[in-house]
């Protein structure tokens, strides 16, 4: 992709990881041991949206390697079945876990590490564990994580934080090149247009 590509990956991103900061912010003390999604509390819950940032410094302060993944459609494609739930679900209750004792700070400080990470940086291939990827490609699947689990938030602290125009927008531009991209493409586009009541689950 071009540097422009990359640009707008990276605004997209930042609007996504600082609606998670305004979100957060709006939790009360008494509310992160209560229910967030399915199993996870509500602390567990924010740990793993928290992860879409601390990925972002991880894999860029590592080489980078041949690119295995053409897209960010292709990202998700390749995680299709990865890892079992209780796995998923532990790495949430981790990522809570280590928020700490003030997990608006930690929110905040995963935030501005994420940020300044990117601060210069080119477009350039990072290693994941499902293969090597652009960062241009890779940012949008840390924006749609972004997106989908603050609604997942929004909705279990019942506030009324609408997601920024433009991490909505990549969210379902992501969203439709995926079911595109493993054959679903069809059933979204009924589903979208109400023709179709159940949607296909695509991550």
Not at 26 to 35: M, N, T, Y
Not at 77 to 85: E, K, L
């Amino acid at each position: 992709m071009s540097e422009g590509a990359l640009s707008r990956a990276v605004d997209d991103f930042t609007a996504g990881a600082r609606h998670l900061t305004e979100l957060v912010a709006l939790i009360d003390d008494d509310r992160w041991d209560g229910p967030g999604l399915g199993e996870w509390s509500l602390r567990s819950l924010v740990g793993h949206a928290s992860r879409s940032l601390t990925t972002v410094v991880s894999y860029l302060a590592e080489p980078g390697s041949d690119i295995e993944l053409d897209s960010t459609a292709a990202y998700f494609a390749s995680i299709q079945g990865y890892g079992d739930p209780a796995s998923v679900r532990q790495r949430g209750v981790d990522a809570g876990l280590a928020l700490g004792d003030d997990p608006r700070a930690g929110v905040l400080e995963r935030r501005d590490q994420a940020i300044r990470a990117l601060a210069g940086e080119r477009d350039r291939p990072l290693t994941t564990p499902f293969g090597g990827i652009m960062l241009s490609d890779y940012l949008p699947t840390r924006t749609f994580e972004l997106a989908v689990h603050g609604l997942d938030i929004s909705r279990a602290i019942d506030a009324d934080l609408p997601l920024p125009a433009p991490v909505l927008a990549s969210a379902l531009s992501t969203t439709t090149a995926i079911a595109t991209r493993i054959g679903q493409g069809e059933r979204v586009l009924l589903t979208l247009t109400g023709r179709e009541s159940e949607p296909p689950t695509l991550v």
